[in-house]
C-alpha cells in the first residue's frame, strides 16, 4: 500500500517558498517575475485537499522560473491573527478557498488572474495547464507592445 505523505500545515502569515521550502516573510510583495500565490485557510478542508498538490507544483521543474508563496489563516480575514496575511487577504479581496492567484510584474506593471482549484477538478494536470497558459498568454502580449 502506497503511503500518502501529509502536507504541512503552516502557522498563520506569508511565505515564500526556497528550495521548496517554506520561509516566512514580512509581507507581500510583488518584484519583477512570475508568482503563484496559495491563499490558505487553515480551517478549510479543501485547502488540506490541495496541500498535496501545491507540494507538487512547488516541486515542478516545469515551474522553476516561479516564485511560489503561500498566505496563511486561520479562516479568511476574518479570523486572521497575523496582520500581513490578513492585509493580503483584503487587499486581493479573497472570500473563497483555496484561491490560486497568478502575478507576473514586469516593469513595476502588475498582472493578476485569480482561481481556485475546485473550477478545474482539483485535476493537477488542468491546474498545470492553467498557470502555464497564464503566463504564456502575458508574455505573448508584451511581446506585442
Do not use: H
Request: charged share 30%.
Amino acid at each position: 500500500m502506497k503511503k500518502v505523505q501529509k502536507a504541512l500545515v503552516l502557522e498563520e502569515g506569508v511565505y515564500i517558498y526556497v528550495d521548496g521550502k517554506p520561509q516566512r516573510i514580512s509581507s507581500l510583495s510583488f518584484e519583477n517575475g512570475k508568482y503563484i500565490v496559495f491563499f490558505d485557510n487553515r480551517k478549510c478542508p479543501f485547502c488540506r485537499i490541495f496541500d498535496v498538490m501545491w507540494d507538487l507544483l512547488v516541486k515542478d521543474q516545469m515551474l522553476s522560473d516561479i516564485k511560489f508563496v503561500k498566505v496563511v489563516c486561520s479562516y479568511f480575514a476574518s479570523d486572521c491573527v497575523n496582520e500581513e496575511a490578513k492585509k493580503a487577504y483584503t487587499e486581493y479581496e479573497i472570500w473563497k478557498s483555496p484561491t490560486i492567484m497568478l502575478v507576473e510584474v514586469t516593469n513595476s506593471e502588475k498582472r493578476i488572474s485569480k482561481f481556485t482549484p475546485s473550477q478545474y477538478n482539483y485535476d493537477l494536470q488542468l491546474i498545470k495547464k492553467a498557470i502555464l497558459n497564464f503566463f504564456q498568454r502575458v508574455e505573448s502580449n508584451a511581446n506585442k507592445q
